[in-house]
């Protein structure tokens, strides 16, 4: 059964910093590209931070370019995104996904981040 499951959501100030995490199980995590994306009510689901197989290579959306670090540990199965600098505007629910092909993906259930003083 695959799984995604995201942690370290929550509530935060604007200027601070919250570390995102994703547990991936039930799939060949290392086969996988994998992405954060985040969406707010009445919006599309926007692509935040792309990180390849091996980690090698990332890709991040112009908004949150020099302030958010995606990476991955695929011996723990797992992908981050530290988010630096937060801005209301990064109010989100923010979700991990896996993508294996164009026909194959999966996506965790999101935390919701919320920048607010």
């Known amino acids: 059964q695959v799984q995604l499951v995201e942690s ?15 547990a991936a ?6 086969s996988a590209t994998m992405r954060w994306f985040r969406q ?3 919006k599309e689901r926007e692509l935040v931070a792309t990180i390849t197989r091996g980690g ?4 991040y959306a112009s908004s949150v370019k020099g ?10 199965n797992t992908v981050y995104l530290q988010m630096n600098s937060l801005k209301p505007e990064d109010t989100a629910v ?7 092909s164009p026909i194959i993906g999966y996506w965790g259930q ?8």
């Open 110 to 117: 999101g935390t919701q981040v919320t920048v607010s003083s």
């Open 94 to 100: 923010y979700y991990c996904n896996a993508y294996i």
């Open 67 to 76: 302030r958010f670090t995606i990476s991955r540990d695929n011996a723990q």
């Open 56 to 59: 090698g290579s990332t890709t």
């Open 25 to 30: 199980s039930g799939f060949t995590f290392s």
């Open 8 to 22: 370290g959501g929550g509530w935060v100030q604007p200027g601070g910093s919250l570390r995102l995490s994703c």
């Open 40 to 42: 707010t009510p009445g």
